[in-house]
């Protein structure tokens, strides 16, 4: 008995003594309720400092390894100085600790001056989106008070020289970060075209899609934990965007399609820019959005990870190579009547599309920091996803096939060697020809300080012929196959196909040239045959076919002309025309026989597009879009589509008349710019037998009207 009226009186006192700490607590917690008034996470100056303002200036937007500051508006009579900062990462809510006052170089901290308070993150933190909570403690550590209701996101900084994404270079991170416009090259190694496209990484809700493109990955999907850690390495987040970008697999922003019909989505080629595209995946709620070639993916791409704060961008490759069984030679096979066998195995476009972003790679040897290639378009499986990257380009040009991602495929692509083949009846194979110097050629990107055109082939290999390019080669070719393609020795008669400018709508000529070098005269039997083809190499239908036997006197020139007119090819062509010219020559006398081979790009007419050099925010612009029809024949369902981020919504025009042969239209447009900057109108013009006609105008916008004049 006594015994048990001891511990009720330990008992007692125990419970007395918790009542009277609650009752401290409850006390501080009401005298401290309240001391947080306000908090200004200082939005427009921190987002002007860290290059985010054009992002958005009312939400809180900054760059790692950078400080930016916010205020705490505390009460008359509260005391302030013991504050505290926790940071919430993602939808794990994963909890990090800022430390106070203590310099760290792989942590969150933060110093406190009065009411302002510096926060710190380090140059490898994790990007995305996340939750600051202010903590009021107690002396002895208790949280009096917490301010939680404020959110800001984290972007890599390139302007942060411990970042994996720094670039020193001021000029290049205005091109390859801030830039919202740009030129994306088409055409042929022959006829370059250039389109203008608006990147659009600052535009409404972009941000936000690239964090949701993130977030839909299978990695993502699969273990979301172990992503998030992840996305503190440009490396991992690059290929993830490579992958995601197209829909193969995967909940990707863009499928894929190069043959009609287009009828359920929008033919590639209509596009003009990356936001319309990003806007209709994340409102359809990651479902995929139709249609998409490379150029468009690699598009959609850049303005992704420029977005991101990756310095990106976009490059187009001539006469681009398509290696399936990476033996690092393209060998096209054909039968006697030179129509292509087993077109969807090896090939070589005329051209394609991928980006370049800047980075340091931690995970390979010394040397292959910079530019990495990363190519979206789906065309092979690595690590068992249509993704393609980041490889560094420095690693292209020395042969090193070793080193991650991809890069025996980018390699063929601007280095393979061509081989053609002649496949008989019985299947035996002739080799027709070996071409060492046709794939990548005239690698080309948007120059950094105007809109003309910089050639990068340099950056991927050695002059084409000469010995380093040869001994980069065989250095890679030893990897992909044992032994180099034999060389075929030159003929009697050297052949090559020219032609001038060829413009959709009119006729124009192909001229195939046999050169005699030797000291008799040859007698040969050629072959011409001229076929619709899409970029892609895609046969679309045969125009002309002629043979005929020649005689080539010793040490002259004999030319063959092919009048290619445009009632012969309109039937067959369609988007962005081509013409593919082939020359089959066969010697009476046993010399192996040599074809020729040529992409006749087809020019399309210009749009005209008239507005002021310059314009004031909110202030009416008028101008004007003309237009001549250049076909011989009238134009039905004429349709304009004009836009341009800043100045106006996407506006079509519908055309109610035809538009006769060689008629001119002029169309007046008006708008109201909303925001400042440098701005593109983009106008887009397509009808029955005419589509992707493109023009564009420059508008600087101001702010105000004083600025401008």
């Keep these: 008995m006594k015994t048990s009226a001891c511990v009720k009186v330990l008992e007692d006192k125990r419970v007395k003594l918790l009542e009277d700490k609650l009752l401290i607590g409850q006390s501080m917690m009401a005298h401290y309720r309240g001391n947080i008034l306000d908090m200004d996470l200082r939005c427009s100056l921190n987002n002007l400092a860290h290059?985010?303002?054009?992002?958005?200036?009312?939400?809180?937007?900054?760059?790692?390894?950078?400080?930016?500051?916010?205020?705490?508006?505390?009460?008359?009579?509260?005391?302030?100085?013991?504050?505290?900062?926790?940071?919430?990462?993602?939808?794990?809510?994963?909890?990090?600790?800022?430390?106070?006052?203590?310099?760290?170089?792989?942590?969150?901290?933060?110093?406190?001056?009065?009411?302002?308070?510096?926060v710190h993150s380090p140059p490898n933190a994790i990007i995305g989106h996340y939750r600051l909570d202010v903590l009021v403690m107690s002396p002895n550590g208790h949280v009096l008070e917490?301010?939680?209701?404020?959110?800001?996101?984290?972007?890599?900084?390139?302007?942060?020289?411990?970042?994996?994404?720094?670039?020193?270079?001021?000029?290049?991170?205005?091109?390859?970060?801030?830039?919202?416009?740009?030129?994306?090259?088409?055409?042929?190694?022959?006829?370059?075209?250039?389109?203008?496209?608006?990147?659009?990484?600052?535009?409404?809700?972009?941000?936000?899609?690239?964090?949701?493109?993130?977030?839909?990955?299978?990695?993502?999907?699969?273990?979301?934990?172990?992503?998030?850690?992840?996305?503190?390495?440009?490396?991992?987040?690059?290929?993830?965007?490579?992958?995601?970008?197209?829909?193969?697999?995967?909940?990707?922003?863009?499928?894929?399609?190069?043959?009609e019909p287009y009828t359920d989505g929008i033919v590639p080629w209509k596009w003009t820019s990356s936001v319309p595209i990003l806007q209709k995946w994340s409102d359809g709620r990651a479902k995929s959005v139709k249609y998409g070639q490379c150029w468009v993916f690699a598009a959609v791409a850049c303005t992704v990870l420029r977005c991101l704060g990756i310095p990106t961008r976009h490059i187009t490759n001539y006469s681009s190579a398509h290696d399936t069984d990476g033996n690092l030679s393209v060998d096209l096979l054909f039968?006697?009547?030179?129509?292509?066998?087993?077109?969807?195995?090896?090939?070589?476009?005329?051209?394609?599309?991928?980006?370049?972003?800047?980075?340091?790679?931690?995970?390979?040897?010394?040397?292959?920091?910079?530019?990495?290639?990363?190519?979206?378009?789906p065309q092979e499986l690595s690590d068992d996803q249509f993704c393609c990257g980041p490889c560094p380009v420095?690693?292209?040009?020395?042969?090193?096939?070793?080193?991650?991602?991809?890069?025996?495929?980018?390699?063929?692509?601007?280095?393979?060697?061509?081989?053609?083949?002649?496949?008989?009846?019985?299947?035996?194979?002739?080799?027709?020809?070996?071409?060492?110097?046709?794939?990548?050629?005239?690698?080309?990107?948007?120059?950094?300080?105007?809109?003309?055109?910089?050639?990068?082939?340099?950056?991927?290999?050695?002059?084409?012929g000469s010995k380093k390019e040869r001994e980069v080669y065989e250095r890679a070719g030893r990897r992909g196959r044992e032994t180099s393609p034999e060389r075929t020795k030159p003929g009697k008669l050297q052949m090559t196909i020219k032609h001038a400018k060829a413009v959709f709508g009119s006729d124009f000529d192909a001229v195939v040239e046999l050169k005699n070098e030797g000291g008799v005269e040859v007698n040969a039997c050629l072959t011409l045959v001229a076929t619709s083809v899409t970029y892609n190499c895609i046969s679309r239908g045969e125009i002309d076919r002629q043979t005929k036997n020649v005689s080539v006197p010793a040490h002259k020139v004999h030319k063959?002309?092919?009048?290619?007119?445009?009632?012969?090819?309109?039937?067959?062509?369609?988007?962005?025309?081509?013409?593919?010219?082939?020359?089959?020559?066969?010697i009476q006398g046993g010399d192996n026989p040599n074809m020729a081979v040529a992409n006749i790009p087809l020019g399309l007419p210009e749009i005209l597009v008239e507005v002021p050099s310059q314009a004031v925010v909110y202030q009416p612009v008028t101008g004007s879009i003309s237009f001549t029809n250049p076909l011989p024949v009238p134009l039905k369902r004429g349709v304009f589509t004009v836009e341009g981020s800043g100045l106006m919504s996407p506006t079509v025009v519908k055309m109610h008349d035809d538009i006769g042969p060689g008629q001119k239209i002029c169309v007046k447009l008006s708008f109201t710019p909303r925001r400042a900057g440098m701005k593109k109108l983009l106008v887009d013009f397509d009808s029955d037998r005419l589509q992707d006609v493109k023009g564009a105008a420059t508008v600087m916008v101001c702010q105000y009207f004083k600025r401008c004049y």
């Design 146 to 259: 917490k301010n939680d209701k404020h959110d800001f996101h984290l972007l890599y900084n390139p302007w942060c020289r411990d970042d994996a994404v720094y670039l020193s270079d001021e000029n290049l991170l205005q091109e390859y970060i801030m830039n919202e416009n740009g030129i994306i090259y088409k055409g042929s190694p022959s006829q370059i075209q250039g389109l203008h496209w608006h990147f659009g990484q600052f535009d409404d809700n972009v941000m936000d899609i690239c964090f949701q493109i993130l977030d839909n990955s299978n990695d993502a999907l699969r273990d979301s934990e172990k992503d998030l850690k992840q996305r503190c390495d440009p490396v991992y987040v690059s290929r993830i965007i490579s992958a995601m970008i197209n829909a193969t697999g995967d909940r990707g922003v863009l499928v894929g399609k190069w043959e």
């Design 560 to 586: 063959e002309v092919l009048r290619m007119r445009y009632d012969d090819y309109a039937k067959y062509v369609s988007e962005q025309p081509m013409v593919k010219m082939r020359a089959l020559l066969e």
């Design 335 to 377: 039968n006697e009547k030179m129509e292509r066998l087993d077109s969807m195995r090896d090939s070589a476009w005329t051209f394609h599309c991928w980006v370049e972003s800047w980075m340091m790679r931690q995970d390979l040897p010394q040397g292959n920091d910079g530019w990495q290639v990363l190519d979206p378009t």
């Design 51 to 118: 290059h985010t303002r054009e992002i958005d200036w009312e939400r809180l937007i900054v760059r790692r390894g950078q400080p930016f500051a916010i205020s705490v508006q505390c009460s008359e009579s509260a005391r302030c100085e013991n504050l505290a900062l926790v940071l919430h990462l993602g939808k794990q809510d994963e909890v990090i600790k800022v430390e106070k006052g203590c310099r760290s170089k792989d942590g969150w901290w933060f110093t406190q001056e009065r009411a302002l308070l510096t």
């Design 394 to 464: 420095r690693a292209i040009k020395e042969g090193n096939l070793d080193v991650k991602y991809d890069a025996p495929f980018i390699f063929a692509e601007v280095n393979a060697d061509v081989i053609k083949w002649r496949v008989g009846e019985n299947g035996e194979r002739q080799k027709i020809r070996v071409s060492e110097d046709s794939i990548g050629l005239n690698i080309s990107t948007k120059s950094v300080f105007d809109y003309n055109r910089e050639d990068v082939t340099s950056h991927y290999k050695y002059p084409e």
